[in-house]
């Protein structure tokens, strides 16, 4: 059933339209407070939403059942008591509804019909009458912050009312953008960031083969260039973090895709002046994506409840995977068509566009966004963390927790062996797997699809397991588990394996499993302490950023001396040392408030 109602001082009625909302003799409406106003809510398969409109107040109450048509944009003209009120509705919708008063005026009674008003639209041709037999519903009326039974209730000539009108059938003609959850846009934003994130990141793994090959690199030349951009990247975690937390996320990420969107264009004009001039463009692509992080966590922690932490958190993250993808599929295309700079040149140019969006659509917390719906803020804000603006950072206390630690030390082993692969990976198949530059960049994509993959399955395991009374902390160890010892596993394969097939598999798998940590360690600073998300991940993300600076820079020195074998070696060693670290110290539990 369909139901509203209308408070005065000398009359009470109710509208009762039909709909599959209130079966019979169930609880029909509570009036709180003097002031009132139409609240109009539309049952969409079985989903509820919620419009306030306002009307002047009327004497009396419609009820009972016509049929008629809504259209969007047409006045609807209710008249009680020889008094013309009028709402204008957003949405087209059909209605069973016939006007009827009251009897009796006592509260909680039987309703009777006993005078017909008339419900007029502007759009008298779509108007259809259909008299249908008129079902009895009881309206009960109590409150126990207003006992409006006994209470005599003041004539409100201009006041707002507070009512609730059902409607059944609606017809949803509103574009499905409009009733998107803005919280997925801010989401869906960050991931298309990381997404240009990592495109611009690894354009340099495929373009540095034909570099070399101009430039005479040796393997040396080649690590150090593919180091360097961690210079700059080292540089802004625990800044960027610092920055986000104190003036919002939104400010601080548009700054960051502008930044390195900018010197990744002008990697190439570097790249030719000398290697000093290629070095320092590098570090400043660095410092541009090293708030891209922080600020992505911090903005989060605002905007997405705990209940759907890992879920969101991994669809950020497997935007960097498809960027890996998207870069090392585009690249050798590009290079083969137009040359290495031709990378660089259309990569750095899509930034303008996100940042265009983003300058549109985002907000730094659900506060700040004016067109966010009242029932999505009260959710918002209903189930996630406390949003009150950091002025001082506790370090001294932040660096007492061993969980803290946990992070970080974790943090470092994880991104050795990720970093390694990211950047190493095209060469491994060129130089061990004899595959060329055209078969390195396709065959790299597959680890990093099969990591897109993972990271979304993971997230959703992860909040189901916490929904089903799984305490955060198990989650999180479980989760963090398989991202340690599955890549462990499988990189131990690739010295057993004998074809290439075989090898790219095992990269593949490696990869997959790594995606869990995005469920494990990467949402575990928004549950230790969600004030310093930002200044938590840019801590220990700088330990993250100093193993992809190291692991990176060594690793072609070991390949000077050594075999792949050895490059694995150290890797498998770091992830099993993560392992103990983390399953002993962490904890999903906050610790900083």
Not at 211 to 235: C, D, P
Not at 283 to 293: D, L, P, Q, S
Request: with cysteine; aromatic share 12%.
């Amino acid at each position: 059933m369909a139901i509203g109602s209308f408070i005065s001082s000398r009359d009470f009625g109710s509208f009762i339209g039909s709909g599959k909302i209130c079966e019979k003799d169930q609880t029909i409406s509570h009036l709180r407070g003097e002031r009132a106003g139409v609240a109009v809510a539309r049952n969409v398969q079985g989903s509820m939403f919620y419009q306030k409109l306002r009307s002047q107040m009327a004497n009396g109450l419609i009820s009972g059942y016509t049929h008629c048509h809504l259209w969007k944009g047409y006045p609807l003209s209710i008249r009680c008591n020889e008094k013309f009120h009028r709402i204008y509705l957003r949405q087209k919708c059909s209605v069973r509804c016939e006007c009827h008063l009251p009897s009796e005026h006592s509260l909680g009674s039987w309703l009777q019909p006993r005078a017909v008003d008339r419900i007029e639209t502007g759009h008298w041709k779509s108007l259809q009458s259909k008299h249908a037999k008129v079902n009895r519903i009881r309206s009960f009326y109590k409150s126990e912050e207003d006992d409006i039974t006994e209470a005599k209730v003041d004539s409100l000539t201009s006041a707002e009312v507070q009512g609730v009108l059902l409607e059944g059938n609606v017809h949803e003609t509103s574009s499905w953008l409009e009733q998107f959850p803005k919280r997925w846009v801010i989401v869906l934003l960050c991931f298309m960031a990381f997404l240009l994130c990592n495109m611009d990141r690894v354009n340099m793994s495929i373009a540095i083969l034909p570099m070399s090959q101009e430039f005479n690199w040796n393997s040396a030349t080649v690590g150090l260039i593919q180091s360097s951009f961690f210079w700059g990247y080292l540089l802004t975690q625990i800044v960027g973090g610092i920055w986000a937390d104190k003036i919002g996320g939104k400010l601080v990420l548009g700054f960051g895709v502008v930044w390195w969107s900018i010197a990744t264009v002008l990697t190439p004009i570097a790249a030719k002046i000398g290697l000093p001039f290629l070095l320092i463009m590098r570090a400043f692509m660095g410092i541009g994506e090293g708030v891209a992080m922080p600020a992505m966590n911090n903005i989060l922690s605002r905007w997405i409840p705990v209940s759907e932490r890992s879920r969101s958190l991994a669809l950020v993250y497997s935007g960097m995977y498809l960027g890996s993808v998207t870069g090392l599929a585009i690249s050798p295309i590009l290079i083969h068509k137009f040359g290495w700079p031709s990378v660089f040149y259309s990569f750095g140019s899509l930034g303008s566009i996100w940042f265009a969006l983003w300058l549109k659509k985002a907000y730094s917390s659900p506060k700040e966004d004016p067109e966010l719906r009242a029932e999505e803020k009260k959710f918002i804000l209903g189930g996630s963390v406390s949003k009150e603006p950091v002025s001082v950072i506790p370090w001294k206390l932040i660096l007492s927790k061993a969980p803290v630690w946990a992070l970080i030390i974790s943090h470092f082993c994880h991104n050795w062996g990720t970093f390694i692969l990211l950047t190493w990976m095209p060469t491994y198949y060129n130089q061990v797997l004899k595959f060329n530059l055209t078969e390195s960049g396709l065959l790299c994509v597959l680890p990093w699809l099969t990591m897109a993959a993972f990271a979304n399955l993971g997230g959703w395991i992860a909040d189901t397991l916490v929904s089903k009374g799984f305490s955060i902390t198990a989650v999180r160890k479980i989760m963090q588990s398989i991202g340690f010892l599955g890549p462990a596993f499988f990189l131990t394969q690739l010295s057993k394996v004998r074809t290439p097939a075989m090898a790219v598999l095992c990269m593949a798998c490696s990869q997959g499993s790594d995606a869990f940590s995005q469920s494990g360690l990467y949402s575990n600073h928004q549950d230790i302490g969600p004030r310093y998300a930002g200044v938590l991940l840019g801590l220990s993300n700088t330990a993250g950023v100093l193993a992809g600076v190291f692991g990176t820079a060594a690793t072609g020195y070991i390949l000077q001396r050594g075999t792949w074998d050895d490059v694995f070696k150290v890797a498998v060693a770091l992830y099993l040392i993560g392992t103990l670290v983390w399953n002993l110290f962490a904890t999903g539990e906050k610790i900083l408030d």
